[in-house]
């Protein structure tokens, strides 16, 4: 099997003129979610010796599978967040599919893995998988805003990275993990906070402010950890 062969599934989904079903998108994006999860598992089985019978397998499986999805999204979205932040054309048939997939990682761990989620995560992938079907209906202020807020966590995924393979490799890469996350995950709280800021100024909306304020009371939770540890 050549890499066309290989890259034809994850074109099939990320590039969908085949089809124009929002539904049949979301199965679609469903299926790669779940392949990736046993491919995950079968890498890191070959690759460190701990894993197969580490406590904590599933968490470790999730994180670096989501980390997978937001590095195959990040190309995808840059281009998006371009056009929509400078030139205010928002692509909403491209939005939407990317929130679908998305949407669909945070919602299979939270229904996989949710013993094992801090609360605040579990919000935080409440919101995300709701609004990712629910954006299939919004196109107006403030909330289109949200997908502004998702289109720069998805450059996160070195952080999702860093939370699985913490429990595998050595001190010193954990640490170097711990400072690349922080280093990516910095700016990208920063930049969140001040247009956010600037949607509920501009826009009010008690309950939008507050779904905001919530996500990034989880991101802080996860920044504290990620500054105990660089």
């Known amino acids: 099997m050549n890499a066309a062969q ?13 089809y ?30 701990a894993y197969p019978s580490h406590d904590n397998q ?17 190309p995808l979205a840059l281009p998006l967040m371009y056009h929509a932040l400078v030139n205010d054309q928002w692509d909403w048939e491209r939005i939407q599919q990317l929130g679908l997939m998305y949407g669909v990682c945070d919602a ?7 013993d094992i989620l801090h609360p605040s995560t579990r919000f935080h992938h409440s919101i995300v998988s709701m609004y990712s079907v629910a954006n299939l209906y919004i196109h107006s202020s403030p909330w289109r805003y949200l997908n502004v807020f998702a289109a720069f966590s998805i450059l996160t995924f070195p952080v999702n990275y860093y939370l699985g393979m ?21 700016p990208v709280i920063l930049t969140n906070v001040v247009y956010q800021a600037a949607v509920v ?15 990034l009371v989880d991101d802080a939770f996860l920044m504290r950890h990620i500054l105990r540890n660089r």
């Open 20 to 49: 124009q079903n929002m539904y049949y998108y979301w199965i679609a994006s469903a299926v790669v979610v779940g392949l990736l999860h046993p491919a995950v598992d079968y890498w890191l089985a070959r690759s460190y010796d």
């Open 108 to 114: 299979y761990s939270l229904v996989r893995h949710y």
């Open 6 to 18: 290989l890259a034809r599934p994850i074109l099939f989904v990320f590039f969908p003129p085949l």
């Open 201 to 215: 100024w501009t826009d009010p909306s008690f309950l939008y402010g507050l779904v905001v304020f919530l996500l």
């Open 166 to 186: 913490r429990h595998l490799v050595s001190e010193a890469s954990k640490q170097r993990l711990a400072s690349m996350s922080f280093y990516v995950y910095s």
């Open 58 to 74: 599933l968490y470790i499986r999730k994180n670096v599978v989501k980390s997978c999805v937001l590095a195959l999204l990040t």
